[in-house]
């Protein structure tokens, strides 16, 4: 079972910048999707950015969209989430997905937190 590992995650201002990293153990250059996901105490996990395959573009939340960016490196075996524009209502913990088959259940990492405050 693939190993996902987040990191990138901190306490900054509004309006400040965030890049989230997610490594994982096996190679995901054919995983079915690579997504970012946010959960609040209380609340279920909400997808904030995904890519299905390589060869579609990204889909956002509209809460994150022109502020958010995910990307992916196959050879790094890596996924990213570059968060500008920080606003309060960003504090979450981020987990990283990956699902490889869409008959497959979704591997996730650990979580990383990320606070937004002034």
């Known amino acids: 079972q693939v190993q996902l590992v987040e990191s990138g995650g901190g306490s900054v201002h509004p309006g400040e910048s965030l890049r989230l990293a997610c490594t994982a153990s096996h190679d995901i250059s054919s995983a079915y999707a690579v997504a970012w996901y946010r959960q609040v105490p209380d609340r279920m996990r909400r997808e904030v950015a995904m890519?299905?395959?390589?060869?579609?573009?990204?889909n956002y939340d509209d809460s994150v969209k022109d502020r958010f960016t995910i990307s992916r490196d196959n050879a790094k075996n890596s996924i990213y989430l570059q968060m500008n524009s920080l606003k309060v209502e960003d504090t979450a913990v981020y987990y990283c997905m990956v699902r490889y088959r869409i008959t497959e259940n979704p591997n996730w990492g650990q979580g990383t937190q990320v606070v937004v405050s002034s």
């Open positions: 890519i299905l395959n390589s060869k579609t573009e990204p």
